[in-house]
């Protein structure tokens, strides 16, 4: 059958599947006309009809069940040999699990995924988001390659002797309020006494799960809203309705109508944020770190 191309064979795979003309012509982006006149060319390389036509769409004869497993089948191998002449010119891909805590999960993570599919694009990722002390567990256990933790005060120091760590920017605490806030329009870092009477929005989890407070060393801070996502207190911090520590990793995705204010507080140490991997790490998996490493920037004109 030399007449049946690789064009009509997807066509007849997609009409079987989809039990239309109409259905097939929008899986594949094709107009109606153009699937017509490939499955017309298919029902002539066969000898005989492959669809019967009736008002509510067209169903397979014989024929055409038997012409739509072949597609499938060749359609298929052939996928699979453009993936082999790929990975022949280019490499095999080489699949990472990376994990990292909510915050980190939300910004640092994701550009340094970006930067390093920059130098090595035959990457592909499995992401996972869990606590520090989860994440150090998941990559002694081998069900991890790369995790982003955080460590320091007020939270639980995960075991990692045996393993490679990292420093990583963004351990610094911040403080959103809204734009229109006179905190807002301080010049330098903000007083943490300044920030004593203020309503707060903090985070909400499960019992054992940290989450961000109010500001650490602050004594009875008046608590307005607990939410359990980053962009419910981005919401409530925007509305006006208090404001929220946010770790310095999440800069580059804070809203633009929240403004971000360093902290003036001798008693506040900050807190590490680091990236872990086994000792016989891959060269991919440094890569990974390294681009963790990249200082980011604030692009909201903070």
Not at 31 to 49: D, F, L, T, Y
Not at 59 to 82: C, H, I, K, P, Q
Not at 209 to 233: K, N, V, Y
Request: aromatic share 4%; hydrophobic share 45%.
């Amino acid at each position: 059958m030399p007449e049946l191309s690789i064009s009509a064979l997807r066509v007849v795979r997609a009409v079987a599947a989809h039990g239309s003309l109409s259905g097939a012509a929008r899986a594949l982006g094709y107009s109606q006309p153009a699937i017509s006149r490939q499955v017309s060319a298919a029902e002539k390389a066969a000898g005989q009809p492959l669809f019967i036509r009736g008002s509510r769409g067209v169903r397979t004869t014989r024929a055409g069940e038997l012409v739509a497993r072949f597609a499938t089948e060749t359609l298929t191998s052939l996928d699979r040999l453009d993936e082999r002449l790929d990975e022949l010119a280019h490499g095999p891909e080489v699949r990472v699990r990376v994990g990292a805590f909510p915050a980190a999960n939300a910004a640092l993570l994701p550009f340094a995924l970006a930067r390093a599919l920059k130098q090595q694009p035959r990457m592909t990722f499995a992401l996972t988001e869990a606590s520090s002390p989860q994440l150090v567990h998941q990559v002694i256990s081998k069900r991890l390659d790369v995790a982003v933790v955080a460590s320091g005060p007020g939270l639980p120091q995960p075991a990692m002797e045996g393993l490679r760590t990292a420093p990583l920017p963004g351990g610094e605490l911040m403080v959103g309020v809204p734009r229109g806030h006179p905190l807002a329009a301080m010049e330098g870092a903000c007083p943490v006494r300044e920030l004593a009477r203020a309503p707060w929005i903090v985070g909400k989890g499960s019992r054992d799960e940290p989450q961000f407070g109010a500001w650490p060393t602050l004594t009875d801070p008046l608590i307005a809203f607990r939410t359990r996502a980053w962009h419910s207190r981005f919401g409530l911090v925007a509305a006006g309705l208090g404001i929220c520590v946010i770790p310095g990793i999440l800069a580059p995705v804070v809203p633009q109508n929240i403004a971000l204010l360093r902290v003036d507080d001798p008693n506040w140490r900050g807190r590490d944020i680091l990236a872990v991997t086994r000792n016989e790490g891959l060269e991919t998996h440094e890569i990974i770190v390294r681009a963790l490493q990249e200082p980011f920037e604030d692009q909201r004109g903070n």
